[in-house]
């Protein structure tokens, strides 16, 4: 999967079709362990790490260390199998080559696997995951790919000039308003379009930011005591994200937890 991209899928009953939901997949961070990326179905939120090496594709959860899953192994030859855990869990590589279909698009060159269970995976050079049918009869496909953002920029004051492509004044920003940042130059931030914010005092980025729906957020203070605890549906604003904690600014830091969310 590419991490300058955000993936929006499908998932419904292949017996009911008209009853589907989404599921957006967007990257977070990349470490030694792995790709982490965030599956988000309106409130519900999975974590799940990716790991491409010499041995293959594999994937986890990343509040269960070492239970990795072995989805596609190298070399790449049709006919291969191998098992995971047990074998229950064996898969086979059936094609190399595979057409597919979905509403995103057609890819081409994909990799078709198989398991006893009666589960089927198609992969594509990069994109990851663009369609599958569990062994229950749900289909998963991928429905969208669009450009992510890799964080914000806040407007801490009124007056802030937002510029169109064309260098010209678009419109004057409110004092809180947050913009999606694709990029930034020097002395500006991209925020879609063409169109920028320049940096000054007046501007701050941040990642995204966080919150809770279920058990609130403990926030810790640099020297790893607990600082506070954070009421369910207040947000906090994110500055970056290192080994496994959102970074809140002044060092004080929130872990990584399934019950938090975290939007760019």
């Not at 991209?5 to 362990?33: G, H, L, M, P, W």
């Not at 991928?142 to 169109?164: E, P």
């Not at 004044?169 to 379009?193: C, I, M, N, P």
């Not at 957020?217 to 290192?242: C, E, Q, W």
Request: with cysteine.
């Amino acid at each position: 999967m590419n991490p300058k991209k955000i993936y929006v899928y499908n998932v419904y009953d292949e017996k009911n079709k008209n009853n589907k939901k989404q599921i957006t997949a967007s990257f977070v961070e990349r470490s030694k362990e792995g790709d982490l990326w965030h599956f988000k179905e309106n409130h519900l939120l999975s974590h799940k790490l990716f790991l491409q090496d010499k041995e293959g594709l594999r994937e986890s959860d990343p509040f269960y260390a070492g239970l990795w899953q072995q989805m596609i192994k190298f070399p790449l030859r049709e006919g291969k199998e191998w098992a995971v855990n047990d074998d229950e869990r064996k898969f086979k590589l059936v094609s190399l080559k595979t057409t597919v279909e979905t509403p995103a698009r057609t890819f081409s060159n994909c990799i078709k696997v198989t398991s006893r269970a009666g589960a089927v995976y198609y992969y594509a050079p990069g994109a990851g995951i663009v369609k599958q049918r569990t062994h229950l009869g749900k289909i998963i496909e991928l429905t969208k790919v669009k450009d992510a953002h890799y964080g914000r920029v806040l407007i801490k004051q009124d007056g802030i000039k937002l510029y169109d492509p064309k260098g010209k004044v678009h419109r004057s920003l409110k004092k809180g308003e947050g913009l999606k940042v694709f990029k930034e130059t020097a002395d500006s931030f991209d925020v879609g379009g063409g169109y920028y914010v320049k940096k000054s005092k007046g501007t701050l980025f941040y990642t995204g930011f966080i919150y809770s729906i279920l058990e609130g957020i403990n926030m810790y203070s640099p020297n790893g005591k607990l600082h506070k605890k954070i009421a369910d549906g207040k947000t906090l604003r994110v500055y970056s994200f290192k080994d496994g904690k959102y970074q809140v600014g002044g060092g004080y830091y929130v872990p990584m937890g399934s019950y938090i969310q975290y939007d760019r």
